[in-house]
């Protein structure tokens, strides 16, 4: 009963660290961000932070991923909600865009994510969250002949890559057209994509 009582309050002190370094991460940015403000932000000690978490770097990572996982299941909610391969595609790559409007998502997934951890360890957290997930409707598509036969990887980086660079422009234009004109300029480019 002890150990099961102690289990539950190193994991709800795990989960408040996890929440209140997301606030500040997302308001402020990880480099504004002291661990001193973490744990009084949380109501814990440096030493149970230290318990969770090796290092402000190892915290931010936790936070990136719980992120990027939101944001993927966004996409996947909003693309299996559609009838067919082609729309379930176009749906959740809007989607993406959408949630990446957010001003915290994009401090955090986008900003500070390679920032902070390093252009290759974020492309790999970026390939095992959402970009294998496009890589997988991009071959059922191909699968399907929607698509033509081609290799999928090279497909799926050019238009990860251009999603991701398009929501960093997103994030820092101040035009209100500017998201669904980019999702009607990103569905001309999917629709040039397909087999004539």
């Known amino acids: 009963m002890a150990s099961t009582a102690r289990a539950q309050q190193r994991e709800e002190t795990r989960r408040t660290l996890l929440r209140e370094s997301r606030r500040l991460f997302a308001a402020k940015g990880y480099a504004a961000v002291g661990l001193s403000e973490i744990v009084t932000a949380a ?14 770097a190892e915290l931010f990572r936790a936070v990136l991923t719980q992120v990027q996982g939101e944001v993927g299941t966004q996409v996947a909610t909003a693309a299996d909600a559609e009838p067919d391969p082609w729309t379930q595609l176009t749906t959740g790559c809007a989607a993406f ?34 970009a294998r997930h496009l890589g997988e409707a991009l071959q059922a598509l191909i699968d399907a002949g929607t698509l033509p036969a081609q290799p999928v990887a090279p497909l799926t980086q050019l238009l990860s890559g251009a999603m991701n660079e398009a929501a960093l422009w997103l994030a820092t234009t101040p035009d209100p ?13 999917l629709t040039g994509l397909r087999t004539p």
């Open 177 to 189: 057209k500017a998201l669904p004109e980019t999702i009607t300029a990103l569905n001309r480019l």
């Open 97 to 130: 865009l959408r949630a990446c409007t957010d001003p915290r998502i994009q401090q955090i997934m986008l900003i500070d994510g390679p920032s902070v951890l390093g252009w290759h360890e974020w492309r790999a957290m970026d390939e095992a969250n959402s």
């Open 43 to 56: 109501g814990v000690t440096k030493g149970a932070l230290y318990h969770h978490f090796e290092s402000k």
